[in-house]
């Protein structure tokens, strides 16, 4: 194999991670590096195609907004960890801890007694001129004085070496979860170095955080309920919070999963509310609560802040937070820290200016060129701009702005970040990239721990000198070594679980989640159903040799809503497939699908997840200019088996728990409203009496293959009406899925004291009543054939209508808590 570093180009003025200024490996990378000399291209190839196929089974995805390859997008991870030698880590989480600690007394006093701004330590325009000041939030004292839970910092290297912060992270610091999850994948791409180079565990960090949440929240006769707040699907980290909460044991919830009643705060569930002790919110701060802080949110807890101030609930972190996190804070905090305990910073921050100062604000201006202009506050809605790649009128049109708004301003040095090693699969060798890396401290009973390792973020090109993974950046895996074996820590906290305590459901199901996975049995059936009428009419058009069973198939597309009804027909079935100004095209269907997948994502399996990732690529690969019939079909026939493995995963790959039983019955409603509805509209149609017609009828219901073994003859409609209406051991027949609805209801609403339903029962009997008989008696004639077809026909429409009744009770009485039903049980 040739040298991995035949085309690895030194940067004069750079410093390099893996080489020190003469070209030689450093020290604590020469195991990593030896490891990969030895592989040989082939080898390396496969690891990366581990990563690859480790993201995709785990779902890991990164939201970027306006993204091509989706609100989906893959996380990025880079074959090789970053490395930090065990003496290197030691000053680095001291500093961290040091910083943690000053920033959690800052917020302190800002929120108390602000001696900070009285002695002229901090401007006070700096302060209250921050949108994440909350003046409401102003003397609220947090159990333990602990305002910062989580934080966060940034941090770059410069050419000598020393590591400088460029940011702190102090409101709902994002990241952690997607390093936990970088370690999993990449220890496996490299176990035994892993093992050998004796690098640091992560579990300490997490558990700590779930004893500092359990300590510091509100006691009650049981144990805290801590819940991970998410703004929801749409943020760009939301994969971090799912695993987060999975990882955390926490219930992933939204605002509206939330209530407040009498300044205490309740998860809404199936089983009524339940108290909620302690919040780990990802949520910005002002977006919290509408009530006190930002009245347009939607997406917070009305009355959370009141519920914080009585002491009724914990936050972390505390709301009001964020307002340290303005880059004006960094120039003031050395002179803040000896202030407050006497001690020089540990960890320097790269040279920041507030311009709101007159001589800091003439200094800028001077040395504009040199400098990167950022806004002081978030409310700003400018982006940060290189003076250097300014021209003569830019700089002194952003000057003219300087100086009319001074204080909204900082001026920042530029950094020079330092460049650590990528694998380059295209030529099989190692190329630098300049590196940022964002650590983690909690607090604990005696201070903060530092996370050992942190997210390493990796710039996208090789001339790039931003690291974002907005802009494409890809990340790493943070290895610190260690002098010893690290200990065997347990991921979570350990408690005794005897008898008593045992637990056969979930007593913290949102009823948000319940209804989403009530929808997402329901779009599972509904695409099914779409999806088997669209590929027989795909498949008569294609052959061409039966126009009649065609119509009769347009027909009952046209009465389900389901193929439009104008247009050539070519144009009308490529809009039933994918059709996006079609709102029940099989595509708007499927996205549907994967909608209410994603909000009950934490509910179901890896291999359950994979299956849906699948079916949404397979879609994706169907959107070109002029698709292909052929193609189409195929896709018809793999989508048919993709959804039936959806049903198998729901049969064999869930707990038989609420949100279980609420997914069944969605799908149970959609299939008997669907067989219904269809078949009421075939037998008002020619295709009853017609012998093709009644073949594609059991091919709708699944049922072909039982009527040829059963029969063996053609089909004919008694014995196709009785396998499809009244045969009580096919699935696909009305009678059994109008039976297994009526017993599911009856023993939903004995679980839940709900009022019985009485239609479905009466529907039941004068279904099991109709004798097929009347429709081969001699006696009669073909007027009054058609007349007991109608007749059947109106009571199976009267099913379906009284199955879409069913789904808007369900959802009235569990899922919007209006009743009196839904809002029985206040578990405190």
Request: with cysteine; hydrophobic share 45%; proline share 5%.
């Amino acid at each position: 194999m040739p040298d991995l570093l035949d085309r690895y180009p030194l940067t004069a003025g750079t410093y390099h991670e893996l080489l020190d200024g003469s070209g030689a490996v450093r020290a604590h990378w020469r195991r990593l590096f030896d490891q990969l000399q030895r592989s040989s291209p082939a080898q390396l190839v496969q690891r990366q195609a581990l990563l690859a196929r480790q993201i995709q089974e785990n779902g890991v995805t990164y939201n970027v907004y306006a993204d091509p390859k989706g609100a989906d997008r893959p996380w990025e991870l880079d074959l090789l960890p970053h490395v930090i030698a065990a003496d290197e880590w030691q000053q680095l989480s001291a500093g961290i801890a040091q910083r943690a600690r000053l920033l959690n007394a800052v917020l302190a006093d800002l929120y108390g007694p602000q001696r900070l701004i009285s002695e002229g330590l901090l401007p006070a325009e700096l302060v209250f001129g921050h949108n994440n000041f909350l003046w409401p939030c102003q003397g609220i004292a947090p159990p333990e004085s602990a305002f910062l839970h989580l934080y966060a910092v940034d941090l770059a290297r410069t050419p000598d070496g020393r590591w400088w912060v460029t940011a702190d992270r102090t409101q709902a610091p994002s990241g952690a979860g997607y390093a936990l999850e970088n370690r999993t994948i990449v220890s496996r791409a490299f176990p035994d170095l892993y093992r050998d180079l004796k690098v640091q565990h992560l579990a300490g960090f997490f558990r700590t955080l779930q004893e500092t949440l359990a300590r510091q929240a509100p006691q009650g006769d049981d144990a805290p309920l801590v819940v991970l707040l998410t703004p929801g699907r749409f943020n760009e980290s939301y994969f971090e919070h799912l695993y987060l909460a999975r990882q955390l044991g926490y219930p992933l919830v939204e605002g509206g999963d939330l209530t407040v009643r009498n300044a205490t705060v309740y998860l809404k569930t199936l089983s009524g509310l339940r108290r909620v002790h302690a919040i780990m919110r990802r949520l910005d701060d002002d977006f919290c609560d509408p009530l006190e802080l930002r009245t347009d949110s939607a997406l917070g807890v009305p009355g959370l802040l009141e519920a914080v101030r009585q002491g009724r609930v914990l936050v972390a972190n505390a709301l009001g937070s964020g307002v340290l996190e303005s880059p004006g804070l960094l120039g003031f905090l050395p002179k803040i820290n000896q202030f407050l305990f006497g001690e020089e910073l540990i960890l320097p921050s790269i040279a920041t200016w507030w311009c709101g100062e007159a001589p800091v604000l003439a200094q800028a201006l001077e040395k504009l060129p040199e400098l990167l202009i950022k806004p002081a506050f978030p409310s700003q809605s400018f982006a940060p701009v290189f003076g250097r790649d300014l021209n003569e009128s830019q700089r002194l049109e952003l000057a003219q702005r300087m100086q009319a708004r001074p204080y909204a301003y900082v001026a920042q040095e530029l950094a020079q970040l330092s460049q650590a090693p990528v694998w380059q699969a295209e030529d099989g060798h190692l190329q630098p990239r300049a590196i940022g890396m964002r650590m983690y401290a909690v607090a604990s009973h005696d201070g903060y721990r530092v996370l050992p390792g942190g997210l390493t973020r990796v710039a996208a090109d090789a001339d790039a000198e931003v690291v974002s993974m907005q802009r494409g950046g890809a990340s790493k895996d943070t290895w610190v070594l260690s002098d010893r074996a690290p200990s065997g820590e347990q991921w979570k906290a350990q408690r005794n679980v005897g008898v008593h305590d045992l637990v056969r459901r979930d007593p913290y199901l949102p009823s948000r989640v319940v209804e989403n996975l009530f929808w997402f049995g329901r779009y599972c059936e509904r695409c099914d159903d779409s999806a088997r009428l669209l590929r027989i009419m795909l498949t008569r058009y294609v052959d061409g040799d039966d126009p009649q069973a065609l119509q009769a198939a347009v027909d009952l597309g046209e009465r389900l809503a389901l193929l439009p009804d104008e247009g050539e027909l070519p144009e009308r079935l490529l809009a039933a497939l994918l059709g996006e100004d079609w709102s029940f095209s099989l595509r708007s269907n499927l996205q549907r699908l994967q909608w209410a997948a994603s909000q009950v994502r934490g509910k179901l399996s890896r291999e359950n997840w994979q299956a849906l990732v699948e079916l949404q690529r397979e879609a994706l690969e169907l959107e070109v200019d002029e698709p292909d019939f052929g193609e189409l079909l195929d896709f018809l026939n793999r989508l048919v088996m993709s959804l039936a493995a959806l049903s198998g995963f729901a049969l064999d790959d869930m707990t038989r728990d609420e949100g279980w039983r609420f997914l069944m019955i969605g799908r149970r409603i959609e299939r008997l409203q669907f067989l219904s509805s269809s078949l009421a509209a075939f037998l008002r149609g020619a295709g009853a009496f017609d012998q093709a017609g009644l073949e594609w009828l059991l091919e709708l219901g699944n049922s072909s293959i039982t009527y040829r073994s059963r029969y063996l003859a053609v089909a004919q409609l008694i014995p196709v009406l009785d396998l499809l209406l009244l045969d009580e051991q096919n699935p696909h027949a009305v009678l059994f899925q109008l039976k297994l609805v009526t017993r599911t209801l009856k023993r939903l609403n004995d679980d839940f004291a709900a009022p019985r339903e009485t239609a479905l029962p009466q529907l039941v009997e004068r279904l099991s009543r109709f004798d097929l008989g009347c429709l081969e008696n001699p006696l009669f004639g073909k007027s009054s054939v058609r007349a007991a077809l109608d007749g059947l026909a109106d009571l199976l429409q009267e099913i379906a209508e009284a199955s879409g009744q069913v789904s808007d009770r369900l959802a009235l009485r569990h899922f919007a808590h209006v009743d009196d039903v839904s809002q029985r049980t206040v578990s405190v």
